[in-house]
């Protein structure tokens, strides 16, 4: 076989090749777009942030509404589902305000950005991120928005990993890049140092107050921290994700059960005394915890037997009771009131 035979054999082999693997793709990406046998129903409609008495989740159930902001009626989660266009990683909502994390494959790297969206979901404010989404959380009034991303490593049980955490003004767009430029107090002392991370905002009511975690030297801390003053003040060791109580008195989050693994166990801390209480979840749960209302909380767990997805699930907030499932193929809960 002369040179100029082998080299056409070779063109004709790797387009073949190709077009094989181009085939498996495609083939792969209309799998995940069919709808699982037995899966929740889903259908494109009208989704507002004003409905009331509305779930609101990112549906994560396998068919052609993967990934868009979906809405159930709160007291029947198992119904149909209504579908929006709005299609994102991380989103969360409140009073009428919604923040939207979405990534988006490109040439070279993802694409990564923040989208503040009104009650319509049309979009306000967009800010690009410096990595890959992973918590999310709108403050009760709407007014501000935060999020976290991942700026290296995949997850928080990595041995190293670096996240940035924002809060915006959804009225004004006044950002705050990165909470690692507030101030810090660690057990009633002034701290600094290069390996401080933020992550997992949640607010109060008066637009100024917000918890989150602080991780530092290999412990985590929950801090309480004002917009305004820039600011945060250590109040616990061993807290993740904290997630504040609609009356304001608790603090749900996960606390790490064996050091060094990806571990987590869900527990509610009572901000006047300190005592934490475990839930009946015992599974592992690495996720911030939404409040469904002052005796509830809502959480995403890996879904069995489907790739890339998980479910909802509910535990009472007073350690009693059991866990259940709330939504299968969905996950980023919002209660709509």
């Known amino acids: ?175 705050e890049p990165d909470l690692e430029k507030f101030a810090i107090s660690l057990d009633g002392r002034p701290y600094s140092a290069a390996d401080v991370n933020f992550w997992g905002v949640t607010f109060a009511k008066d637009d100024d107050t917000f918890y989150a975690t602080l991780g530092t030297a290999g412990q985590t801390h929950l801090v309480r921290g004002s917009v305004s003053r820039r600011a945060v003040t250590t109040l616990a060791r061993n807290v993740e994700c904290p997630s504040l109580s609609p009356d304001e008195t608790r603090v749900a989050y996960k606390k790490r059960v064996t050091r060094g693994a990806s571990l987590w166990r869900e527990h509610v801390l009572d901000l006047s005394t300190l005592r934490e209480v475990p839930l009946a979840e015992k599974r592992s749960v690495d996720d911030q915890a939404v409040w469904l209302d002052d005796r509830t909380l809502a ?17 009472p907030a007073d350690g009693g009771g059991a866990p259940r499932l709330l939504a299968p193929g969905a996950a980023s809960p919002a209660r709509l009131r």
């Open 1 to 175: 076989m002369t040179l100029s035979h082998r080299l056409l054999v070779l063109a004709l082999a790797v387009l073949l090749l190709g077009g094989l693997g181009t085939a498996l793709v495609l083939r792969a990406a209309a799998r995940a777009d069919q709808p699982r046998e037995g899966g929740p129903t889903v259908a494109a409609g009208e989704v507002t942030l004003t409905q009331r008495d509305r779930l609101a989740f990112l549906n994560t159930a396998q068919g052609p509404h993967r990934g868009a902001l979906a809405t159930v009626p709160a007291d029947a989660p198992e119904a149909a589902r209504t579908a929006s266009g709005l299609t994102c990683q991380r989103f969360h909502a409140a009073a009428g305000t919604g923040v939207c994390l979405s990534s988006t494959p490109g040439a070279l790297a993802q694409e990564n950005r923040a989208v503040i969206v009104d009650a319509g979901l049309r979009p306000l404010w967009d800010f690009p991120l410096a990595g890959t989404p992973s918590r999310a959380r709108v403050s009760p009034s709407g007014r501000f928005a935060a999020w976290t991303v991942f700026v290296s490593g995949e997850s928080y049980g990595a041995a190293f990993f670096s996240t940035r955490t924002s809060i915006v003004d959804t009225r004004t767009r006044a950002l």
């Open 299 to 315: 959480y995403a767990l890996p879904s069995d037997g489907a790739v890339d997805s998980t479910d909802l699930w509910t535990v």
